[in-house]
């Protein structure tokens, strides 16, 4: 393997591009050599993004106009768009990380009802692998495409694995999941509904049961543990820049403590570099924002249990986590580029 690889970034004018970049910068193995944008095509780096500092100064280009000669692309673009860009790198013989929704379902009847897009290229559904390095670090070794997960779905399968691995939850048990995220989440698109005067001091819940991301926390969880539970899941949208906070509530036959739990899920996550149980204090955004951290802690009574994950929507749950699984992929250190970044406190 090359000491440096060559990145493209395609989408590079958004949230995850410009965090791509942030991270990046930074990392010993990479060379970012080419980046790509319909809508800041022509401008230089310095320019679209000048609070970046950047040692270095690229032309935004068109991808479709132009040639692909970096060794991984991270693609940046919304779902429906990312299909076609995924599907080109790989006939190209690229290996590519979609940070978009478009590979993330395999089931392409899903995904059409759940985005209302129609997928182009059925046949990719199955060779993208589900980035989740916690779970899937030897598929993602091996993989051409890489479905980084939602941020939403991520922070919540993270407080399910060890409860699905351990039998505390089982078959047709209910779940119920509150879901706290930043206004970043909903990207840089202008909406009515995310104005200032709209959200500022707000905190309102969105697609409650019906999110984007259930299908996929639904299939991940029959992937992993064999059998489907009954998820109640309700976002909410709070009036803060970036981060998640998910609170999973379930009961269980046995009585449980969170000495317990913590034996369950420091087990569980004992390979899982980034991942952090905490036993002490609960997570909080702010001890986990910016960087590729991920807290866990948990509360129980009797036989009920709340499992409290936090974690940063656009580091680990979108540009941290597609790096994470970029070191994977090219055989580098797994914390290379991301051990060094700490929590933006206050």
């Not at 779940?175 to 500022?200: C, E, I």
């Not at 656009?314 to 580098?332: E, Y």
């Amino acid at each position: 393997m090359p000491e440096k690889i060559k990145v493209g970034i395609v989408g590079v004018s958004g949230y995850t591009g410009r965090e791509l970049l942030r991270i990046l910068k930074y990392h010993p193995n990479v060379q970012i050599f080419e980046v790509f944008g319909s809508q800041s095509r022509g401008v230089f780096l310095s320019n679209l993004h000048p609070m970046l500092n950047l040692k270095f100064d690229l032309e935004v280009k068109d991808f479709f106009s132009e040639s692909h000669n970096a060794d991984v692309y991270f693609v940046c673009v919304p779902h429906g768009k990312a299909q076609d860009v995924v599907s080109l790198l790989y006939r190209e013989g690229k290996r590519v990380i979609d940070l978009s929704a478009d590979y993330r379902l395999k089931e392409a009847s899903v995904y059409e009802n759940t985005y209302g897009v129609k997928h182009n290229h059925k046949d990719l559904l199955q060779v993208a692998v589900y980035g989740m390095p916690e779970i899937f670090k030897a598929n993602i070794r091996n993989a051409a495409i890489v479905a980084n997960p939602g941020c939403l779905a991520r922070a919540t399968l993270l407080s399910l694995y060890p409860l699905l691995d351990s039998g505390l939850i089982k078959n047709k048990d209910c779940v119920v999941v509150d879901a706290k995220t930043g206004v970043s989440g909903a990207g840089m698109s202008l909406r009515d509904d995310l104005h200032f005067p709209h959200m500022n001091e707000n905190l309102k819940p969105y697609a409650p049961l019906h999110h984007r991301h259930v299908p996929e926390i639904i299939q991940e969880i029959s992937n992993f543990a064999g059998f489907s539970i009954n998820l109640m899941f309700v976002p909410h949208l709070v009036a803060i820049d970036r981060g998640i906070l998910v609170s999973t509530y379930f009961t269980t036959s046995e009585e449980i403590s969170n000495e317990k739990l913590f034996e369950i899920y420091s087990n569980f996550y004992s390979d899982s570099p980034f991942v952090k149980v905490i036993y002490r204090n609960l997570p909080e955004i702010k001890n986990v924002r910016a960087t590729n951290y991920v807290q866990i802690g948990f509360e129980t009574s009797n036989n009920s249990g709340v499992v409290f994950v936090a974690l940063d929507n656009l580091t680990s749950g979108a540009s941290a986590n597609a790096v994470h699984n970029m070191n994977i992929m090219f055989d580098f250190k797994e914390t290379s580029g991301l051990e060094e970044m700490s929590p933006l406190y206050p």
